[in-house]
C-alpha cells in the first residue's frame, strides 16, 4: 500500500509539472518575441518610428497653446488627441508618418519568416520535434503582432504621461477610448502587411524576392494607386460638368475606387477617431449640411461611420492569413 500511495504521488507531481510547464505555442511565441527584439532591423525601425514619434509630440507640444485657445475649432477641447494631430504646417502629425512606416514595419517583420527556416535547414529539425505544424505559423504572426501592440500602447502611454506632466490637463474617457481606438486601427494596419510579407515569404524561396515583392505592393498603393485612379475617372468625366449631383457621384465613385487601398482606410479610421469633428467621410450635398451643428461626435458614433474601414482591414489581415495558413500546411517542408 506505501509503494501504491508513493506511486500515485510521484504521478500526480509529474502532472502538477506537466500542467505548469508551458505549451510548444509559448515557447515558440516567446523564442520569435526574443529573436525579433534583439534583431538590428527592429531595433532600426523602433528607433525611427521613436524618433518620429518624438518629433510629432515636441511640434504638437509647441503648439498646443494656440491650438486649444482656437474657438473656430470645434475639437479644441480635446488636448490629447491634439498632441496626436496638431501641427505646425512644417512636420506632418503622428498618423500620416505611421501610414508611411507601419507597412515597413509589418514586412520587416514577417518578409523571411517561413522561407529563411528552410533555407537554413532548421524548419525540417524543428518540424521533427512533437508540435503541431500550425503552431509555428501562428507563433511567428502572433509574436510579431504582439510586439507591435506592445511598442504602440507604449508610446501612447508614454504621450499620456507627457501631456498630464506638462499641460496638468486631466484626460477625458472619450479621449482614452479614440486614443486607443487609433492604436487598435495601427495594430491591425501593420498586421495587414504582416500578414501579407508571410505569404510571400511562404510561396517565395527566397527572402530578398519576398520582400521585394510586398515592398512593390506597397508602393503602388502609396504612390502610383491615386495617379492611376485620378487619371482612370478623369478619362470618363465629362468636360462640362453642370449639375452638383453629377458631381458628387464622380466623387463618390472615385473615392470608393480608393478605398480598395490599405492605406485609404488606415487614413479615413484614424482621421475621424482623433478628429471629433469629422462627420462623414464622403461629399456631402448642401441639402444635408442645412441645419447640421458643428459638434464633435460621440465614440460611439464615430466608430459607426469608421465601421466599414474597420471591417474592411480585419477582413484583408484574415484573408492573407488564411491564404498563408492554407500554403503553409500543404507545403512539403522537406524539398
Excluded at 199 to 221: D, E
Excluded at 250 to 272: C, F, G, K, V
Amino acid at each position: 500500500m506505501t509503494s501504491l500511495a508513493v506511486f500515485s504521488k510521484s504521478i500526480s507531481r509529474k502532472g502538477e509539472a506537466a500542467a505548469d510547464s508551458p505549451g510548444p505555442f509559448r515557447v515558440m511565441v516567446a523564442k520569435e518575441v526574443a529573436d525579433h527584439i534583439r534583431s538590428w532591423r527592429f531595433i532600426v525601425l523602433f528607433t525611427l518610428i521613436l524618433l518620429t514619434f518624438a518629433g510629432a509630440l515636441s511640434v504638437s507640444l509647441g503648439n498646443i497653446r494656440n491650438t486649444v485657445s482656437n474657438v473656430q475649432d470645434p475639437d479644441s477641447t480635446f488636448v490629447y488627441l491634439k498632441l496626436l494631430t496638431a501641427t505646425d504646417g512644417n512636420m506632418p502629425p503622428f498618423h500620416v508618418f505611421m501610414n508611411f512606416l507601419g507597412p515597413l514595419l509589418g514586412i520587416a517583420l514577417g518578409f523571411d519568416a517561413i522561407n529563411s527556416e528552410q533555407n537554413n535547414g532548421t524548419l525540417i529539425r524543428l518540424m521533427a520535434q512533437p508540435v503541431y505544424r500550425d503552431n509555428l505559423i501562428l507563433a511567428k504572426f502572433a509574436s510579431a503582432l504582439l510586439i507591435v501592440a506592445c511598442l504602440f500602447t507604449a508610446l501612447a502611454l508614454l504621450m499620456i504621461g507627457a501631456g498630464l506632466t506638462i499641460t496638468g490637463v486631466w484626460i477625458e474617457p472619450a479621449e482614452v477610448l479614440r486614443i486607443f481606438g487609433f492604436i487598435f486601427m495601427t495594430v491591425i494596419y501593420v498586421g495587414f502587411w504582416l500578414s501579407l510579407s508571410i505569404l510571400f515569404s511562404i510561396r517565395f524561396k527566397q527572402a530578398a524576392t519576398a520582400a521585394l515583392a510586398a515592398i512593390g505592393i506597397w508602393l503602388f498603393f502609396t504612390v502610383f494607386y491615386q495617379i492611376v485612379v485620378n487619371l482612370v475617372i478623369g478619362a470618363f468625366i465629362p468636360k462640362q460638368i453642370l449639375l452638383t449631383q453629377e458631381q458628387i457621384r464622380y466623387n463618390e465613385m472615385a473615392l470608393n475606387i480608393l478605398r480598395l487601398a490599405p492605406s485609404q482606410l488606415y487614413s479615413d479610421a484614424t482621421t475621424t477617431l482623433l478628429m471629433p469633428s469629422v462627420r462623414s467621410l464622403g461629399p456631402l450635398t448642401m441639402e444635408q449640411l442645412a441645419g447640421a451643428i458643428p459638434s464633435p461626435l460621440p465614440f460611439r458614433e464615430s466608430l459607426m461611420v469608421v465601421w466599414p474601414q474597420v471591417s474592411g482591414l480585419l477582413a484583408a489581415t484574415c484573408f492573407c492569413f488564411a491564404w498563408s495558413y492554407y500554403l503553409f500546411m500543404r507545403r512539403e517542408i522537406r524539398s
